[in-house]
Structure formats: C-alpha cells, structure tokens
C-alpha cells in the first residue's frame, strides 16, 4: 500500500516502503533513545519503539527511574492500515531531521508518565560493525545498528511531578534487519539458552567527543564481537583510526543479593590508529530495567506479539523488593560517570555475565539478561 514515505527518493525493491524482501517473523526496526541529568545522573528516562512488518505490530514503550524505583508504561497495535506512522496510541517518535533531531511525545494516560522531550545530536553516529550469527546453519540475526550522542529538552511528568529537562546528556540508537530472539520472562518458557559469556555496551559523552565501546566474550579475551569508535563533533570528518580495535576489563561488583550489579571498571581501549588508555568507569546508582519495556518479554507478552488494535499496560516496580528484581533480572540502562585522563564524561552502560564465563563467578547464580 502507498504511504507518505513512498513519495521520497530511497526506494530499493520495486514495491512500495511497507513490503520487505524477508518474510522472517524475526525482522524488526528498532528506535530507542534515554537521557539524564549531569552529574548527579538521579532521573534516567527509557523510549523505544519496535516495528515488526512481518507480524503486523508496532510496540512501544517509556518508562522512568529513580534510584530504587521504576515505572513503565507499554502499548502496541497492528501495524496496518497505517503501517509506518511512528507513533502507538498516546506514544510518538518524530525524526524532525535526520541524524539531527528527534521529537519524543508522550500524551496524557494512565501511567501517569507524559513527556514532551527533542533530542539534538551534538556528535557524529557511531555505525557498529554489522550483527551476522547464524545456529545450525540458520541465520538468526543479520542486522544494522547506529548509535548517536547528543541532548536533550523538555519536560517529563511522573510520579505527580513535573520535571524540566534541559541541556540532559544521552543517546539513542536504531538498529533494523533480523533480530536474535531473547526469552527470559520465566512464566512463559521456553528460554532462551545462553552458553558462557560477557557482554558490555558502554557510550561516554564528553565535553567536544564520545566514546562507543561495545563488545561480547565467551572466555576472556576472546571476542565474539567488537565495536566501538571514538567520535567528534557532529560533521567533522570521520577517520578509520578512531575505530576500537581491542578492549580488555576489570569490572568490581557490588555484594548485591538480587542480582547482577556492577560497581566499577576499568578498560584497557586499543585503537586502529595503535594508541591505547585506560577509562575508569564508576555506575551511578540509577538504573532502568528493560523488561519493564519487554525486553525478553514481561508475564506473557513479548516483543513483536499481537495485542488486538491498540492495547496498553503499566505499572510502578520497588526495586527493593525482591520479588520484582527477581523479574527484572539484570538487563539494564545504568548511568556511569567515565574518566578518560584529566575528562570526565557520563553515559549508559549495559552488562551481563552467564554461568561458567572464566571471570566474575562471585555475580554468576543471577540471570545475566
């Protein structure tokens, strides 16, 4: 079916922009963005948006936190008849100028949460190195991703309170192609199987630069996957030898009952220019847990599922509660303060360590995603 996109140039099937050439129920588009204060980090905001063309479902979902509490709101519909609109009921995403500037809205509903926020990149994109993994032969994944630094303004309601957003450091990403599937929500098994690993993605943002760093071991050492760049200022030329070429940790960990919890680390960066340095990373206290935004499916519904026309939930987590860590498990948005020499910057930083990884047994009885 035509739609508005199909009246601008970019075209590479000969059909209209809401067909694919992959029937793959597991082809998805993604956009997410979070932000938070600088430096005391204690606000975080999480919105993401999945577009899912072989299953008819676009789903959505924002959610704050506090240091010890979290709330969520999700909501999905059928795609079609208005297949590439970018919002879900009172949720809307707006590229207002591509690579530039993004437009997040959140009307009023019964979570309580609203937001009207703009984020405006002040860095050149990251563009990782491409996601290709295949299992018996199949491809499982097989897609693209673009980070991008940058802040934010606006306003953001929850909880009764009204906070003023302004000049808050953060980052977005959009990732599209074929996505591996990830199910831990353990009232609806099965699960996905993990064998031993360490994964961490971590973004800096510093007064004129940023760093990517994101990578994946199933034994120390030995990467599955790297990428990572250090960037500059939004339209200087890009080079080559910014690129990350090799990365090894040190990671201290809080003596934490409910789950995985990281204190600290240190990363040892190697560049293809052949420079290297050592970043101190030190996590604040504030984090959001991604299954309140389905991230490996909540109490049944995973991403992607079909929910009827429009279909809406929310709730508020005490993270103290054991119960609620306990469903939460350990994939997180976690603010971080970095020190790169005399600089210091802030970011996200996202980890998970599986049973019978060589390093850190002491977090390893917590789920890692």
Same mark, same amino acid.
């Given at each position: 079916?035509?739609?508005?996109?199909?009246?601008?140039?970019?075209?590479?099937?000969?059909?209209?922009?809401?067909q694919l050439d992959n029937s793959d129920p597991a082809w998805m588009e993604r956009l997410w963005y979070t932000g938070h204060p600088t430096p005391v980090g204690d606000v975080l905001f999480d919105i993401g948006l999945g577009y899912h063309p072989n299953r008819n479902v676009m789903d959505a979902f924002a959610g704050v936190a506090v240091p010890g509490r979290q709330w969520n709101f999700r909501c999905s519909r059928q795609l079609r008849p208005d297949p590439l609109a970018t919002a879900v009921g009172p949720l809307s995403i707006q590229v207002k100028?591509?690579?530039?500037?993004?437009?997040?809205?959140?009307e009023p509903n019964d979570s309580g949460i609203r937001f009207d926020i703009e984020f405006e990149a002040q860095l050149n994109p990251h563009e990782e190195k491409a996601h290709l993994r295949r299992r018996e032969g199949r491809v499982t994944e097989n897609m693209a991703r673009a980070q991008q630094l940058g802040r934010y303004k606006g306003w953001l309601e929850f909880d009764g309170r009204r906070v003023e957003i302004d000049q808050w450091m953060g980052q977005r990403d959009h990732s599209w192609g074929v996505r591996a599937e990830m199910r831990t929500d353990e009232s609806s098994p099965p699960l996905t199987f993990y064998p031993p690993f360490?994964?961490?993605?971590?973004?800096?943002?510093?007064?004129n630069r940023g760093l990517h760093v994101f990578f994946k071991e199933r034994a120390p050492g030995d990467k599955i996957y790297l990428s990572g760049e250090e960037v500059f200022a939004l339209g200087t030329r890009a080079s080559s030898r910014n690129q990350l070429a090799d990365v090894r940790h040190e990671v201290r960990w809080h003596d934490d009952p409910r789950g995985q919890s990281m204190a %600290?680390?240190?990363?040892? =960066?190697?560049?293809?220019?052949?420079?290297?340095?050592? !970043?101190?990373?030190?996590?604040?206290?504030?984090?959001y847990f991604l299954k309140g935004g389905l991230y490996g499916g909540l109490d049944g519904w995973f991403h992607g599922d079909d929910k009827g026309r429009l279909f809406m939930a929310h709730e508020q987590w005490d993270l103290g509660d054991p119960t609620v860590r306990r469903k939460a498990r350990t994939l997180a948005d976690q603010v971080i303060e970095v020190r790169d020499?005399?600089?210091?910057?802030?970011?996200?930083?996202?980890?998970?360590? %599986?049973?019978?990884?060589? =390093?850190?047994?002491?977090?390893?009885?917590?789920?890692? !995603?």
């Open positions: 079916m035509l739609t508005p996109q199909d009246d601008l140039i970019g075209h590479q099937l000969p059909t209209t922009f809401d100028e591509g690579l530039r500037r993004h437009r997040l809205v959140l360490f994964y961490c993605w971590v973004t800096a943002q510093f007064a %600290g680390a240190s990363f040892d =960066l190697r560049f293809a220019d052949g420079k290297e340095r050592r !970043i101190e990373v030190r996590t604040l206290p504030t984090r020499g005399d600089e210091v910057g802030w970011g996200i930083i996202e980890y998970g360590v %599986g049973r019978d990884y060589a =390093l850190y047994p002491s977090v390893q009885s917590h789920p890692p !995603i």
